[in-house]
C-alpha cells in the first residue's frame, strides 16, 4: 500500500508545464478530440435483487465501515472535486467514479481561436485534463479503500480481543462450576456415608416385628414371637434379607462386632450344629454394657439373620423330615418293604416330588444371597450353614425311606435268580435308581435357570423319544413296564443321553452329601453279593459274576449320574476278583502242585490208545432211507466230532488240564499283572508236574513213552499259553541269612557298640547290614519251558537212535573206547572187533530194524498227531543213525585182513549190511515224509 501510495503520488503531482509540453506535441490537429460518455456502475439489483432485510443489513455494514476524508489544501482541487464531498464508504469506495465533464473558461477561447492547430491542441489538452482527473479520482478513492481497510482491521482486532476476553471469562466460569461440582460430589459422599449406618440401625429396628424378634430392656432381652413376613413373598422376603446381609456384613466389619462376639456360624464343627454354632458366637451373646453400639447391634443383625433362616428352615428341612415321618408311618417303613416295580409310583417319591417346587424356590434364595455375598463374607456363612442342614436333612429321610426296600430287593433277587443273575439286575435297578434320585435331588437343589436352558436344546429330541417309548411299552405291555421299573439296561440307555445333555450345565447332584448317600444306597449290592462270594468255589461262576459286573460298570460309567453306582460295582469287582484269584491258586495248588498221580493218570500210552477213533468208521445211508434217517446220522456226527476233541482233552495229563483250563477262565477277568503271577507259578509247577509224571511212565511203559508224553505235553503247553501273549517273567527277592551268624558274633564281641547312636554308626544298623542281605533272581518261566522242551526232544531223539541201532551203538561206542588213545592196535585185538561177531552184530541190527522202526513210527503217530513235528523229529535220528555208521565203516576199515577173522568177503558183507541198513532208515523216513 505504501508503494502503490508513493506512485499514486508520483502521479499527481506532475506539473501542468510538463502536461501541457507534452500535449503540444500532436502533430494532428485535425483529428478531433474524443467524446467522453459518462460512466455508470452496474447495480447487482437487476441481477439478484436483496430483500428489505438484507438492504438494511448491508446499510448497518456500510455505517459501521465507514472511515474519515480528508481534501487537499489546494483550492483548485477542491473546486474539482466537488462531487466527492460526500463522505466515502466501503461500497462507494469498491465502485468506479461517475465521469463528469470538465467545464473550463476555455470555451471563450475556442470561439477565438480558429486554427486548425489551436483546435487540435485545444483537444490534446482537453484530453490529458480528463485523464488526469480520472487519475486523480482513481487515487482517491484508492486512499479512501485504504482507510476503509484499516478501520476494518482496527474493528477485527476489537473484535478479537473480545473474544479472547469471552473465552478467558468462559474458563474462569467452566473451572468454577468443575470446583462445585466437585464440591457437591464430596458433600454427598460424605451425607451417604453420614447417612449409611443410620440406614443399617434404622433396619435393624425395623426389620425385627417382621421376622418375630423384639428386642426389649435395650436389647438385653431377645424375644422371639411369630413373623409377619411370609417366606412365599420372595420379593419382600429378599429385599428383607438383603437389608440384614448389609447390616451383618457393616456392623461385623466396619463395627468391629465380629471381633467381640464371632463369626457368624464359625462355632459349631458338626453339622448339625453348624446353625447353633453361629447362634451361641453371636446372637446367644449375653449383654454387654461395656461393648460399642455398633457391636451390640451387629449381635442384633445376626439374631435378625437367624431368625430369618429359621423361616427358612421350617420351610424346607423341617417339612422334608415332616413328610418323611408321615410316609414312614402311612407304609410302615422299614418294617414292610415296598416292591421294586412299585417304588417310582409309591408314596416315597410322589410326596417328595409334591414338596420339591417350594422347597427349590427357598433353597434357591439362600443359594443366591450366598453367590451375590461370596463364600468369604460374615453373612454367607450362615447361609452355607442352611444348605448344608438342607442338604443332609434330605439325604438321611431319603436313605431312611429307600435302606430297607433296596436291601430287600436284592435278597428277593438272589433268591430267584442266583448270583450270577441277581449281580444283572441288581446292577441295572442301582444305575436305574441312582437316575432317579438325581432328578428328585435336582428337583430341590438344581438351578431351575440351567435346567430350563438346557431343556430347551433337547426339547425336540425328547419329544421324538416319547413316541418310540411309547410304542415300546405297548408292545411289551405290563412286564415290560415292570422291567424298566427295575432299571433294566433297555430302559435307562434312551434316556441317558437326554440326562446328561441336560445335567451337564447343573453340577448340583455332585454335592458330596448327596453322593454319599448315593454310595450308602449302593452299598446294599456290595452287601449282597459279597455275602454269596464268600461260598462259592466255582471258577465259572466267580468269572461270570466278573463278566457281568464290568459290563454293568461301563453302562454305569457313560454318564455322571450314575458315578456312585459305578463305584458300588468297582468295589464288588475287586472282591470278586479276589474271590476269583483265592479259588485259582487253591485249585492251582490242589490240582497242580498236591497232585498224586494215580495209575489211571499216568496209563500212557494206554489213554492214547482209548481215545484213538475207529479209522473203518463210515457213516453211510442206506439207500431210499428217510430224511429224519439223514438229519439223525449228520446229528450223530457232529457228536461223535465232539467226543473225540472231549476225549483229546481228556488224555492230557491233569495237572496241564486243571492249568490250561483255569488260565482259561480268569484270563479276561483279572488285571494282566495278577494273570501274568499266577501263570508264571502254574507253568513252573505243571513243567515240574510233567517230568514227574515222565519218570513214572519211564519205569511203567518204557524210554519212548516217557519221551513222546513229556515232548507231547511239552508242546501242548506252549502252544496253549501262546495266545495269553504273557511274558512270564519276574524277579524273586529273598532274604539271605547266611552271615547272620557271624555278624550277631561281632555284635556281641564289640564292648563299644553305640545303640543309640543317630549316624551309620549305629550297632544295630551295622548288624542288620552285614548280617542279612537281599538276594535278587530272575525267573523266567517261558525259557525255563522251552529248555525243558528242548531237553525232551533231544532225549526222544537220543533214545530213539540208540534203540533202532541197537548193537550197533554199542559196537560204535566201544570202539570208541578202544581207540580212544588214538592207537588201533588195541582195536584189532578186541574180541568185539571179531568179523564173525560183527557180521552177526550188524545181521540182528538189521533184522530189528523192521520192528523197531514200526514202533517208533506207530508210537509217535498215537502221541504226536501232527505229522510236520513227526518229520522234524525224525531228521535229527537219521542224521545220528548215518554219523554212527560211517564210524562203525571207519573201524571196520581200520581192521586188516587176516586178522581177527577178517577177510575181504566177510569185510565186503558186512558193509553191504551197514549200507542196506542206512538204505532202510532212509527210506523209510523219506516214505513217512512222502505220506506227509
Not at 419382600?236 to 456384613?249: G, K, Q
Not at 436291601?407 to 441288581?426: N, Q, Y
Not at 415292570?482 to 447332584?509: M, N, W
Not at 508210537?859 to 560211517?886: D, H
Request: glycine share 6%.
Amino acid at each position: 500500500m505504501s508503494s502503490l501510495s508513493r506512485g499514486v503520488n508520483s502521479t499527481s503531482s506532475m506539473s501542468p508545464t510538463r502536461a501541457s509540453g507534452s500535449l503540444s506535441s500532436n502533430k494532428n490537429p485535425a483529428v478531433p478530440a474524443p467524446t467522453r460518455q459518462p460512466y455508470s456502475s452496474p447495480s447487482y439489483e437487476t441481477f439478484a435483487p436483496r430483500t428489505a432485510a438484507q438492504r438494511e443489513r448491508m446499510g448497518r455494514i456500510a455505517a459501521l465501515t465507514a472511515g474519515p476524508w480528508s481534501s487537499a489544501n489546494n483550492e483548485e482541487q477542491k473546486d474539482s472535486s466537488s462531487d466527492f464531498d460526500e463522505p466515502i464508504t466501503l461500497t462507494s469506495a469498491m465502485c468506479p467514479p461517475k465521469s463528469s465533464t470538465y467545464n473550463t473558461s476555455s470555451s471563450s477561447n475556442d470561439s477565438t481561436m480558429s486554427s486548425v492547430t489551436d483546435q487540435k491542441i485545444n483537444n490534446t489538452l482537453q484530453h490529458t485534463i480528463n485523464a488526469t482527473q480520472n487519475l486523480s479520482t482513481l487515487i482517491k478513492h484508492t486512499a479512501s479503500l485504504r482507510l476503509a481497510l484499516r478501520a476494518s482491521i482496527n474493528i477485527a482486532n476489537d473484535v478479537s480481543e473480545r473474544h479472547s476476553d469471552l473465552l478467558r471469562h468462559s474458563g474462569e466460569l467452566s473451572a468454577a462450576a468443575e470446583r462445585l461440582q466437585h464440591e457437591e460430589q464430596v458433600l454427598t459422599r460424605r451425607a451417604e456415608e453420614i447417612g449409611k449406618p443410620l440406614k443399617h440401625y434404622d433396619a435393624v429396628d425395623r426389620i425385627g416385628p417382621l421376622v418375630g424378634v423384639l428386642f426389649k430392656e435395650g436389647g438385653r432381652v431377645v424375644v422371639r414371637g411369630i413373623a409377619k413376613l411370609h417366606v412365599d413373598n420372595d420379593e419382600e422376603f429378599v429385599r428383607v434379607l438383603e437389608e440384614i446381609d448389609e447390616a451383618v456384613e457393616f456392623f461385623g466389619e466396619d463395627g468391629g462386632g465380629a471381633e467381640v462376639f464371632g463369626r457368624p456360624g464359625s462355632g459349631g464343627s458338626s453339622s448339625n450344629n453348624r446353625r447353633g454354632g453361629r447362634e451361641r458366637t453371636a446372637s446367644q451373646q449375653p449383654f454387654q454394657a461395656t461393648a460399642s453400639g455398633s457391636a451390640e447391634y451387629y449381635r442384633r443383625a445376626c439374631a435378625l439373620q437367624d431368625a430369618a433362616l429359621e423361616l427358612l428352615r421350617v420351610g424346607v428341612a423341617d417339612r422334608i423330615s415332616q413328610t418323611s415321618s408321615q410316609i414312614q408311618d402311612a407304609l410302615k417303613l422299614p418294617k414292610v418293604p415296598i416292591a421294586a416295580d412299585k417304588l417310582e409310583a409309591s408314596l416315597v417319591y410322589t410326596r417328595f416330588h409334591g414338596i420339591s417346587r417350594r422347597s427349590n424356590a427357598l433353597i434357591n434364595i439362600a443359594r443366591k444371597r450366598v453367590e451375590t455375598l461370596g463364600s468369604g463374607s460374615l453373612a454367607a456363612s450362615s447361609y452355607e450353614d442352611f444348605l448344608t442342614l438342607c442338604r443332609n436333612t434330605y439325604c438321611g429321610a431319603r436313605e431312611t425311606l429307600l435302606t430297607t426296600t433296596i436291601r430287600s430287593h436284592m435278597d428277593i433277587l438272589k433268591e430267584r435268580h442266583g448270583l450270577v443273575g441277581m449281580t444283572r439286575l441288581a446292577s441295572v435297578f442301582l444305575i436305574r435308581l441312582c437316575t432317579v434320585e438325581t432328578a428328585l435331588y435336582l428337583d430341590f437343589f438344581g438351578d431351575p435357570d440351567k435346567r430350563r436352558q438346557t431343556t430347551k436344546k433337547v426339547k425336540g429330541a425328547t419329544s421324538d423319544g416319547d413316541d418310540e417309548k411309547e410304542a415300546e411299552e405297548n408292545e411289551g405291555g405290563d412286564d415290560a413296564s415292570a422291567f424298566k421299573r427295575l432299571g433294566s439296561s433297555s430302559s435307562h440307555q434312551p434316556g441317558t443321553a437326554i440326562a446328561s445333555q441336560i445335567l451337564s450345565e447343573d453340577a448340583t447332584y455332585r454335592d458330596a452329601e448327596f453322593q454319599s448317600m448315593l454310595g450308602s444306597l449302593c452299598s446294599a449290592l456290595h452287601r449282597t453279593i459279597r455275602r454269596g462270594l464268600v461260598s462259592v468255589l466255582d471258577l465259572d461262576v466267580l468269572c461270570q459274576v466278573v463278566s457281568v459286573l464290568r459290563e454293568e460298570r461301563s453302562a454305569a460309567n457313560s454318564t455322571s449320574t450314575t458315578l456312585a453306582a459305578a463305584r458300588a460295582v468297582s468295589g464288588v469287582i475287586q472282591d470278586a476278583q479276589e474271590r476269583l484269584i483265592f479259588c485259582a491258586n487253591t485249585s492251582l495248588h490242589k490240582e497242580v502242585v498236591r497232585f498224586k498221580p494215580t495209575s489211571a493218570d499216568l496209563n500212557y500210552p494206554g489213554k492214547l490208545l482209548g481215545e484213538k477213533p475207529k479209522a473203518a468208521i463210515i457213516i453211510e445211508g442206506e439207500e431210499g432211507a428217510a430224511a429224519a434217517k439223514k438229519a439223525e446220522k449228520e446229528e450223530s456226527e457232529i457228536n461223535d466230532a465232539v467226543a473225540a476233541q472231549l476225549r483229546v482233552y481228556e488224555s492230557w495229563f491233569p495237572p496241564m488240564r486243571s492249568v490250561l483250563r483255569i488260565l482259561s477262565k480268569i484270563f479276561r477277568v483279572v488285571e494282566p499283572r495278577v494273570f501274568e503271577d499266577i501263570a508264571l507259578s502254574a507253568v513252573q509247577a505243571c513243567t515240574k508236574s510233567l517230568k514227574d509224571g515222565s519218570s513214572h511212565i519211564l519205569r511203567a511203559s518204557g524210554q519212548i513213552h516217557a519221551d513222546l508224553f513229556l515232548v507231547k505235553h511239552l508242546l501242548i503247553l506252549r502252544e496253549q499259553l501262546s495266545p495269553f501273549d504273557i511274558q512270564l517273567r519276574s524277579v524273586e527277592r529273598q532274604l539271605d541269612f547266611s552271615e547272620a551268624g557271624k555278624a550277631v558274633s561281632r555284635f556281641l564281641a564289640n564292648r563299644n557298640r553305640r545303640l543309640f547312636s543317630m549316624s551309620t554308626e549305629n550297632a544295630l544298623v551295622t548288624l542288620l547290614r552285614e548280617g542279612v542281605s537281599v538276594q535278587e533272581s530272575s525267573v523266567d518261566s517261558k525259557r525255563d519251558l522251552e529248555d525243558c522242551l528242548r531237553s525232551a526232544c533231544n532225549d526222544f531223539i537220543e533214545h530213539t537212535t540208540s534203540s533202532l541201532l541197537g548193537p550197533i551203538s554199542r559196537f560204535v561206542d566201544q570202539c570208541k573206547n578202544a581207540s580212544s588213545d588214538g592207537s588201533t592196535d588195541v582195536l584189532r585185538k578186541e574180541s568185539f572187533m571179531n568179523g564173525i561177531v560183527v557180521k552177526g552184530l550188524f545181521g540182528n541190527a538189521y533184522d530189528n530194524l523192521e520192528s523197531e522202526l514200526g514202533n517208533v513210527s506207530t508210537q509217535m503217530k498215537l502221541y504226536l498227531e501232527n505229522s510236520s513235528t513227526q518229520s522234524i523229529l525224525l531228521k535229527p535220528v537219521v542224521r545220528k543213525i548215518t554219523r554212527a555208521l560211517e564210524e562203525a565203516r571207519r573201524f571196520i576199515d581200520e581192521v586188516p585182513n587176516d586178522e581177527n577173522d577178517w577177510d575181504t568177503e566177510l569185510r565186503d558183507e558186512v558193509l553191504k549190511s551197514a549200507s542196506a541198513f542206512e538204505t532202510r532208515v532212509k527210506a523209510a523216513t523219506s516214505t513217512k515224509q512222502g505220506s506227509n
